[in-house]
């Protein structure tokens, strides 16, 4: 059985040292005594392959000029039916690069310059196609506050306000909700059901979650409201422009989990005139449950892991940090059996050349559900 040996092993929970880990498609062995069947592969420092919760990574491709972007469907500003994996080309360099540094799984989504945006996928970088890629649904991006009423200039109904924006969201949401009861009550067919209408009844039934963007904390009231009126389940995107810590404590209190980030990049629009560094420790200090994103290409995903520092400069630990990237973004977006290095789990892990904590480390050898996918 394959077997790399962990000087030190981040194990997405917690840390252990000198330790085997043992697998074929699944993880079969932790601990300190080398298996009489074990095929060391390597050894160091490792950790789970990291998750980004939150990119455009093959719709916004490397090498290409932004007019072959995808990102954002122009020609209605509330179509749900669209979906990011159809805008994917599995041939974007950056999917190497990002699997070369240890980020294995993205999150995939379609932009921020509508209301309702699309559906949103979990992908496998290291895959050839989109249907090898592709493995589950996220959820239907959202998105409130400056995007949405930035694009007067596409096709279709479009909000030129932030209150016209949240206007067509509640609109659809009480078509849906009206469908749904004249459906519970005999009195219309599901197949007469628009495709639109559709999806958000689905929103309203909890088979999809709403990945909503937003950075400032008025439109973070504005999605409580939506929350409380339809009973929408909702996972907050970006919430740079937060920086006090009574927000991040309120989403806390409410149970709504929040995907973070992109830090480092520029603040170039006025609703992120409050985004810092230091917002970082705001999120720490209210206990908000949160992963990490890049935004690919935002930040590069290959820089998704640097991004922990911050946190570490708030006292964060290194196991904590990389939870964020791991097993937490798992447990947020319903991912099973990854972000985790623990017997029953699927083997997909990073062996560091040293700490990665450190700047001279890098992953020397990439471990996909089983298969070494790169070696230094």
């Known amino acids: 059985m394959k077997t790399v040996l962990a000087k030190v092993l ?10 085997y880990i043992s697998f074929d498609d699944r993880i079969r062995y932790i601990g300190e005594n080398k298996p009489d069947d074990a095929e060391l592969i390597a050894e160091g420092v490792v950790t789970p392959a990291f998750i980004d919760g939150h990119s455009h990574i093959g719709m916004v491709r490397a090498g290409e000029p932004s007019a072959e972007e995808e990102s ?10 669209v ?14 690069d990002s699997v ?4 294995l799984y993205s999150v995939v989504l379609p932009g921020s310059g509508n209301p309702i945006g699309g559906k ?25 506050g400056y995007n949405p009423r930035s694009t007067k200039e596409w096709e279709g109904k479009r909000p030129t306000t932030r209150m016209g924006a949240v206007g067509m969201l509640r609109e ?25 209408t559709k999806v958000f009844m689905d929103i309203l039934s909890g088979k999809y979650r709403m990945m909503v963007h937003l950075h400032r904390e008025d439109d973070l009231m504005v999605l409580f409201s ?23 404590a309120e989403m806390k209190r409410r149970g709504i989990p929040l995907v973070y980030g992109p830090m480092d990049a520029h603040p170039y629009k006025v609703e992120l005139k409050h985004e810092s560094w230091r917002n970082a420790g705001n999120v720490i200090e209210s206990g908000v449950e949160f992963c990490l994103m890049s935004d690919h290409p935002v930040i590069l995903q290959r820089n998704l892991f640097l991004t922990v520092r911050h946190f570490l400069r708030f006292g964060m630990s290194r196991n904590e940090a990389i939870s964020h990237l791991t ?36 992953p020397k050898m990439v471990i996909g559900e089983g298969k070494v996918l790169y070696e230094e």
């Open 10 to 19: 981040y194990d997405g929970v917690s840390e252990l040292r000198n330790v």
């Open 72 to 81: 954002n469907e122009t020609m209605e500003s509330i179509y749900p039916i």
């Open 83 to 96: 979906n990011a994996l159809h805008s994917v080309y599995m041939d974007d360099g950056a999917f190497r």
């Open 100 to 103: 070369e540094s240890g980020v």
């Open 120 to 144: 949103a996928v979990l992908l496998r970088n290291y895959a050839g196609n989109v249907s090898e890629a592709y493995m589950m649904d996220i959820g239907v991006k959202a998105a409130l």
């Open 172 to 196: 659809n949401f009480i078509r849906a909700r009206n469908v749904s009861n004249l459906v519970r009550n005999g009195k219309k067919d599901v197949e007469e059901i628009e495709p639109i």
């Open 226 to 248: 939506l929350v409380d009126e339809f009973g929408l389940k909702a996972i907050v995107n970006h919430a740079l422009d937060f920086y006090r810590v009574e927000p991040f």
């Open 327 to 362: 097993s937490i973004p798992a447990r947020i977006l319903n991912i099973q059996d990854l972000g985790r290095l623990d017997t029953g789990y699927i083997p997909s892990m990073v062996v560091w050349s040293s700490d990665p904590f450190s700047l001279e480390s890098h």
